[in-house]
């Protein structure tokens, strides 16, 4: 059984940078499409982040174009997001997924079916 585990999160400053990591255990997960979410309380978990199964493409939703990056470590079985420039609003639990249906970009929630347990990430003005 795959399990993804995030960790990196924490409290940072407006202006701060952070780098998130998810690492999978059980099986190599080299094959599939991966992400990463985040949800803000009240409301709906979205899409910031979508990488290729080879981490050739990617996806970026707009608001974070420019001061996210995501990468994967496909011999270390981990991704990551390196995340600059960070400001309040980005506060939300971050959770990192998979699609092990695909190899290619997958913007819709529905479509993963492996997620980690999440991890904080408080910015402060």
């Known amino acids: 059984q795959v399990q993804l585990v995030e960790s990196g999160g924490g409290l940072v400053q407006a202006g701060d940078s952070l780098r998130l990591s998810c690492a999978a255990s059980?099986?190599?997960?080299?094959?599939?499409?991966a992400g990463w979410f985040r949800q803000a309380p009240g409301k709906e978990r979205e899409l910031v982040a979508a990488?290729?199964?080879?981490?050739?493409?990617?996806y970026y939703t707009d608001s974070v174009k420019g001061r996210f990056t995501i990468s994967r470590d496909n011999a270390k079985n981990t991704m990551y997001l390196r995340m600059s420039n960070l400001q309040p609003e980005d506060t939300a639990v971050y959770y990192c997924?998979?699609?092990?249906?695909?190899?290619?970009?997958?913007?819709?929630?529905?479509?993963?079916?492996?997620w980690g347990q999440g991890t904080q990430v408080t910015v402060s003005s």
């Open positions: 997924a998979a699609d092990t249906t695909q190899r290619g970009i997958r913007t819709d929630l529905h479509g993963y079916d492996l």
């Open positions: 059980g099986r190599a997960v080299s094959r599939y499409a």
């Open positions: 990488i290729t199964a080879s981490g050739g493409g990617t």
